[in-house]
């Protein structure tokens, strides 16, 4: 418990009324050192208005620098995997579709660390993150990370949506990919045009500093302008994420359930006859699983990167801002674009694997002599030619043995 210094020294002269005023301020004096010293100050760092909100500088420029190097050396790892495959050398049409929807979220994920991540990395170095290029710029700034950060978000629920559509509806003819791609980049440059308005450049104490306009406004404002952000941005695309692979999986599990029971119909061998045997069969082609798992782990990483920014966000918003640590506010705004960076590796995860033998399909005659009907990686099948089952063949070659020995 901190004890209050009540001595004071009064002249002789002294009216009766200067000496309470010298007693409060000397009893106001010390509270207030002994509340900035003290380890039990709840508003430390939270500073008097939200925007004031004081963070650790370190945490966050640590986050930025890592999410900013992992970023841009994934993102370019694609490009030179996809190069190396051929999938830029031939022409866009010829692409996959995952692969050209992959390449829109590349780039947008690139445009996030280049336009949004970098500018703010060096944001943070200036000296109260006083702003010097303008009015014009802070505003084109703020839009521009908006977008990139809308883009990259928008692209993944158009990835979604196509896969709902390829798994749901097969023979459906599915939408152009550069037309979902198109309707994602203009929904997320409609989406930041408020942006124009919100931000712009404010001196405060002879510092100019880049900012919103709601510092001066009621306190609803900002609740309504996050709100709509987080609406845009978070909400809107977690429902339709959520609701695309709750339908992905339901798929599944009926084609499970199905391939179940016709697993239970067995044909019996006869002599003579020919019997079909499929390795590695399954219910839905490989590349349609291995795809579905790739979007969901990078669907599952958007979440637990972006759902901690937005929380805390609003709990500073329709909250006491003071109530948030200068660590962990400095946490969760460089974790904002951590899901960008980890995008690309994600990708390459689950498309740098070992290409495994084609399917074949075996026919096993009774004469001991195997043939396979294969299929290749592009699809086509291949015709079917006679081989000699190993094991079979060295059992014939050392009964040969035996009969000359004798």
Known sequence: MASLDFSLAVPANSSMENIKYMVYLNVSSTIVNNTDNGSSNASVGCGENVHDMIYNETIRRIIIYATLIIGIVGGFAVFVWMWRNRRLKARLNNMSRVNSFILNLTVA????????????????????????????MCKLFKFLQSFTMMSSTNMLVAIAIDRHIAIRSPLKKPCAVWKMAGVAWVVSVAASLPMFYVFHVNSINGIDKCENIFRTKPLSHRQAFLTYVSIMVFIIPFIVLTISYIRIFLKIQEKVGESTKD??????????????????????????????????????????????????????????????????????????????????????????????????????YSDGVQRTAGTSLNGARTEATPIMNYRWSQRRQKDVELSQLK
């Not at 349609?288 to 972006?306: A, D, E, N, Q």
């Not at 937005?310 to 109530?323: L, Q, T």
């Open 109 to 136: 994920d690139l445009s996030v660390m280049f336009i949004a991540v970098l500018p703010q990395l060096i944001w943070e170095y200036q000296d109260q993150r006083q702003w010097y290029a303008g009015a014009a």
């Open 263 to 364: 697993g239970t119909r067995r044909q019996s061998v006869k002599a003579g006859k020919i019997q079909l045997q499929s390795t590695q069969t399954s219910t839905l082609p490989k590349a349609k699983i291995k795809t579905l798992k790739m979007t969901f782990v990078i669907v599952l990483v958007y979440i637990i990167c972006t759902t901690p920014y937005f929380i805390g966000e609003m709990i500073m918003s329709y909250g006491s801002h003071c109530i948030m640590s200068k660590l962990v506010y400095g946490l969760i705004g460089g974790l904002a674009a951590a899901n960008s960076a980890a995008n690309p590796y994600v990708f390459l995860l689950f498309n740098t694997k070992r290409v495994k033998r084609p399917q074949q399909m075996k026919l096993h």
